[in-house]
């Protein structure tokens, strides 16, 4: 009889999409009657308290994440599950490091988030010039790998010299029913009161990826002949530089940096226009939580995901990356004339944690 356990395995819950996209993974799971184990190296990050009851957390208590391996080995062998899901390269690579050392039956099946290429672009060192070979040997030893986009199976398979026929796409599993529930709650902040300026929306961590200045430059320039406001949610590293920028550019009464919130939900759900304005991204969650809420989107056209959750720009506006003259003459033709919400939130039932979680099914059935 095949067991009943599935176990995740991630570094952290650090805010970010991965973990958010494994927790509602983890809770759908359950749903369907299985028992989930959820490893991670470090018990740290916003979303420990989203962790479902019914979901056992391992704590593998490691400084490193390389020092995981021997207690992920170890559990492999006592535990046995009937499959061990992993996310991101590194954590990718310890588990199936694992999988062959336990010497268990346990099926390894390893996603990949992100544009390859661009991990590898950040790697300065020679030595990492060796890790598309060594990636393309130690992923072969993978039951399934999984692209959440087109776009990252072709730029895996590109990179690597992976087979496209080895690397199977399933999209994130964004949505779910508390969205909807979550996108109706009040916001406190002044500017989405009904009936005040317009209100431009971006989500996402204060990094490079997120190219927040392309953004705030094309607010500029819709500022000038438009009456709106920005607002963008999220936290990090960027931050004193854009606040250094809006302050350049005279900004400071128009532009608001709240920081991380819970429930980014509700201010998608009373945004104008919401804005993704990254240089990369694997796939692009905020699009479709946006989607879900009904609000007109203004995307970049970056790899990989943007392009194919808007199909080709059905369901959404889209730019060349970088451009901010492109970006606010695309985000004025929004606010002038924005999508219908019935078929965004339509288009956002494609992405649902049900109709993912049935794919990912398949893979734990065979």
């Known amino acids: ?12 819950l650090r805010g970010g999409g991965v973990q958010r996209m494994m927790l509602n993974l983890a809770k759908n799971l359950i749903g369907r009657g299985f028992e989930v184990d959820l490893l991670v190296s470090r018990a740290e990050g916003p979303y420990l308290s989203e962790i ?30 009937r499959v061990l899901f992993s996310a991101m390269n590194s954590p990718n690579l310890l588990a199936l490091w694992a999988g ?5 039956n346990t099926p390894i099946i390893i996603s990949v988030r992100n544009q390859f290429s661009r991990e590898l672009h950040n790697y300065q060192k020679p ?7 060594l990636t393309k ?18 730029d895996l398979a590109d990179i690597t010299g992976l087979s496209l026929d080895r690397i199977r796409v399933i999209y994130n599993p964004v949505v779910v029913p508390e969205l909807w529930q979550k996108g109706q709650e009040s916001v406190t902040h002044p500017w989405f009161v009904s009936g005040e300026v317009p209100v431009i929306l971006g989500v996402g961590r204060l990094t490079k990826q997120k190219d927040f200045p392309t953004l705030i ?3 500029a320039q819709v500022r000038q002949v438009s009456s709106v406001r920005l607002v963008i949610l999220g936290e990090g590293e960027e931050r004193a530089s854009l606040e250094a920028l809006i302050k350049d550019l005279g900004l400071d009464d128009d532009v608001c940096l709240p920081g991380f919130m819970n429930n980014p939900y509700a ?6 226009v919401f804005v993704l304005s990254s240089a990369w991204e694997g796939f692009g969650n905020v699009l479709v939580e946006a989607m879900a809420c009904g609000t007109t989107i203004v995307s970049t056209n970056c790899p990989s995901g943007p392009r194919e959750i808007l199909a080709e720009g059905k369901y959404g506006r889209l730019v060349p990356v970088g451009d901010y003259v492109s970006l606010a003459k695309a985000i004025l033709q929004s606010l002038e004339n924005p999508f219908d919400p019935t078929i965004l939130r339509s288009r956002a039932e494609e992405f649902t944690v049900e109709k993912i979680a049935e794919r990912y099914l398949q893979l734990i059935e065979n």
């Open 267 to 272: 201010y998608m759900n009373k945004a104008n």
């Open 127 to 133: 030595r990492y010039r060796l890790i598309p070979t």
């Open 217 to 219: 430059r094309a607010f």
């Open 137 to 154: 040997y130690f992923y072969s030893w993978a039951d399934e790998i999984i692209a959440i986009s087109q776009g990252v199976a072709l």
């Open 100 to 104: 062959r050392l336990s010497r268990t």
């Open 52 to 81: 479902p009851s019914q979901v056992r957390m391992v704590n593998f208590k490691s400084a490193r994440l390389i020092a995981s391996l021997p207690k992920l080995v170890s559990y492999l062998k006592r535990y046995q599950p």
């Open 1 to 12: 009889m095949k067991s009943n356990l599935i176990t995740i395995f991630i570094p952290t």
